[in-house]
């Protein structure tokens, strides 16, 4: 069994930065795309992120050029960077494994919050 686990988030001031972490205990995940999704309140969870274990990178278009993800495969750690951040990003972010061969989320982490003040 595999648990993911966030930490990093918090309150911030609009234009500030947060960097959040997913650790993942029980097996290695390099056969898994690791993505990050995040829901506000009254939202539907939305993707934000995705990276595969050869470096490829995916964004949300809302996030581009802000946010960064990352993962050390050596640590089993996904990491997100996330700058110049808005108030419209609170949300409570979630990191997920992605079985690459089936496309299935296979794994869920708790969530960790990000609330960014204006």
């Known amino acids: 069994q595999v648990q993911l686990v966030e930490s990093g988030g918090g309150l911030v001031q609009a234009g500030g930065s947060l960097r959040l972490s997913c650790a993942a205990s029980?097996?290695?995940?390099?056969?898994?795309?690791m993505d990050w999704f995040r829901q506000a309140p009254g939202k539907e969870r939305e993707f934000v992120a995705a990276?595969?274990?050869?470096?490829?990178?995916s964004y949300a278009d809302s996030v581009k050029g802000r946010f960064t993800i990352s993962r050390d495969n050596a640590k089993n750690t996904v990491y997100l960077e996330m700058n110049s951040l808005k108030p419209e990003d609170t949300a409570v972010y979630y990191c997920a494994a992605r079985r690459l061969a089936t496309g299935a989320y296979d794994y869920w982490g708790q969530g960790t919050q990000v609330t960014v003040s204006s």
């Open positions: 990276r595969w274990s050869s470096g490829s990178t």
């Open positions: 029980g097996r290695a995940l390099s056969s898994y795309r």
